[in-house]
């Protein structure tokens, strides 16, 4: 099994900053990409950024220029530096990675963690 932990979320005004990290452990092969997504009550979880096992990234066009995702592949963990907080970046945050056990592919994902932007 794996599992993925998220921790660095809590409460910042508006034009602040949070790290958010994100740890995978547990028995696999390689992680390859690896991603960041959040969701708000009543509306859909949504993608905000991703890295590939090869250090590309992506971005949603809400979080460009502001947010940035890396990882550090010998500790097993993806960061989202998020920097010029806006409250419309309020919401639970999820950590989600495409795990390689043996010869097959499996999606996790963490348990969130919350991130409140005040104005």
């Known amino acids: 099994q794996v599992q993925l932990v998220e921790s660095g979320g809590g409460l910042v005004q508006a034009g602040g900053t949070l790290r958010l990290s994100c740890a995978a452990s547990g028995s696999f092969t390689s992680i390859n990409t690896m991603g960041w997504y959040r969701q708000t009550p009543g509306k859909q979880r949504e993608w905000v950024a991703g890295?590939?096992?090869?250090?590309?990234?992506n971005y949603a066009d809400s979080v460009k220029g502001r947010f940035t995702i890396s990882r550090d592949d010998a500790k097993n963990t993806i960061y989202l530096q998020m920097n010029s907080l806006k409250p419309e970046d309020t919401a639970v945050y999820y950590c989600?990675?495409?795990?390689?056990?043996?010869?097959?592919?499996?999606?996790?994902w963490g348990q969130g963690t919350q991130v409140t932007v005040s104005s």
């Open positions: 890295i590939t096992s090869g250090g590309s990234t």
């Open positions: 989600n990675a495409d795990v390689v056990r043996v010869l097959w592919h499996y999606n996790y």
